[in-house]
């Protein structure tokens, strides 16, 4: 869903974040699953969007559980 060089190549100082007015904040939880506890994780992440439609990663807690 998200590619590495977009988060990357578009990433801003928290001084410029204080500024935009978020619309929405989601926090996803992903658990994890399946048989096998190699390679499993739990997937936990924030994100947000601002009343013009652009989206922001804030936090990504991802790990094994």
Known sequence: MW??????DHRISAAR???IDLARIVVAVDPAGGESAVGDETGIVAVARDRAGHLYVLDDRSGDA
Request: aromatic share 34%.
């Open 17 to 19: 974040f204080r500024g």
């Open 3 to 8: 590619q590495w060089p977009w988060i990357t």
